[in-house]
């Protein structure tokens, strides 16, 4: 009768779900449900219609209940053909309580979140709704739009995905989990499949700093890596599972560099870590067997060179920690970018206690087993770039 349907509504009793029933009203008017209930049953005072600012008891209709319904109460006049002529009235009482407002008889009770998301009106994309009665689409890969109508080339998708961890970072509204994610390298976006790679990403070990991984390796494994110079990537579109041999391609580490270089005032940070995975997060002030520089003081990814000092932010080795000291460093097709410390041939304070020749932070040649990154064979050193958040 002009979209008017009827329904059964449900009154609980003795925890039987529908131990008393009533017909009730439907109106479809488009954008939204209107319901009309009548009183309850008038032999038994006690029973009323019952809900929650939020969620509609399931009993009172047949299909999913919506959240955040708005209700108003009408006068016993109400006409059901002509409802859908004026507007719901909002942000009031979710049910008045038939029983105690003697002078109302009919409540309309107005669902105006039920029909916007069906049918979807998101083309290619889920449709979701808002606290301001609407509705907002969460496109599919390659759509976008209002309603994700439109399709979009590899190209122009490639350049609105992530090419970072910083720009990860950035997407959410809280600090994510450290682990593997997809970014996109913006470089390929023109091609006709731009090309995307998996990195690892710590966003918690230091609050206001995004960590990109760039290589890491088990100490058997560790003659086998040598200097940033030379491009010897291994596994490298995916980290996963590859801590104890993975490395990027020195394009890779590039456009990471590039993608932190500039942000937020400063260029990038490097680091190497030791047993990442075993550590507890967020690290303290002085972490243990930890290295960390900038790109300002010493470049990485251009050093080559035999026993040359240069500015580091912080070291620790097997304990002792120093800030803003000069250290010898090696690296070259051959080795590893590494310190020895048992050298004293720059500014920085000697290392007590090492032994021969002792390699730190790569190469190991000569190990240390109380250096937690050759303590044994399957110690992991891990190699960064990154930088602040904010």
């Known amino acids: 009768r002009q979209g ?3 329904g059964k509504v449900c009154f609980t009793w003795a925890n039987n779900n529908c131990h008393w029933n009533q017909t009730i009203q439907i109106k479809n008017c488009g954008h939204y449900f209107v319901y009309k209930l009548p009183p309850p049953l008038t032999n038994f005072q006690y029973l009323r219609y019952c809900t929650t600012t939020y969620v509609i008891p399931p009993i009172l209709f047949s299909h999913s209940p919506m959240a955040l319904i708005k209700t108003f109460a009408a006068p016993v006049h109400a006409n059901m053909v002509n409802v859908c002529q004026h507007p719901p009235v909002t942000d009031v009482t979710a049910i008045k309580d038939i029983m ?19 049918p979807n009106p998101c083309n290619y994309g889920k449709c979701s709704m808002t606290l301001n009665s609407s509705y907002v ?31 990860l970072a950035q997407q959410f509204s809280k600090t994510p989990p450290n682990q593997y994610y997809y970014i996109y390298d913006v470089e390929t976006c023109h091609q006709f499949r731009p090309k995307k790679w998996i990195v690892y990403c710590d966003f918690n070990s230091q609050p206001g700093y995004v960590w990109t991984l760039i290589e890491s390796f088990a100490t058997r494994n560790a003659l086998k890596f040598d200097g940033y110079t030379h491009n010897l990537p291994m596994n490298p579109d995916n980290p996963r599972n590859h801590w104890s041999s993975y490395r990027m391609s020195r394009k890779q580490m590039i456009s990471t560099y590039n993608n932190y270089n500039g942000t937020n005032g400063g260029r990038p940070k490097w680091r190497a870590t030791c047993n990442f995975n075993a550590l507890s997060l967020p690290l303290p002030a002085n972490p243990r067997d930890y290295l960390q520089g900038s790109f300002n003081r010493f470049d990485i990814l251009t050093f080559h060179g035999v026993a040359q000092c240069r500015q580091i932010d912080y070291v620790d080795i097997r304990g002792y920690s120093y800030r803003n000291h000069y250290y010898a460093f090696w690296s070259s097709n051959n080795y590893h970018l590494h310190i020895d410390s048992s050298l004293t041939n720059c500014k920085g304070s000697r290392i007590p206690n090492p032994i021969a020749s002792e390699d730190n932070f790569g190469y190991y040649y000569s190990k240390n087993n109380k250096f937690s990154c050759t303590a044994s064979a399957a110690s992991i050193t891990s190699w960064w770039i990154g930088g602040p958040l904010n």
């Open 100 to 118: 105690d407002q003697a002078a109302i008889k009919t409540v309309l009770l107005v669902n105006t979140r039920q029909h916007l998301c069906s």
């Open 137 to 167: 689409c969460k496109c599919s890969p390659y759509y976008t739009g209002e309603k994700c109508q439109t399709e979009m080339k590899d190209y122009n998708y490639c350049r609105i995905r992530p090419n970072s961890c910083l720009e």
């Open 4 to 6: 008017i349907a009827t």
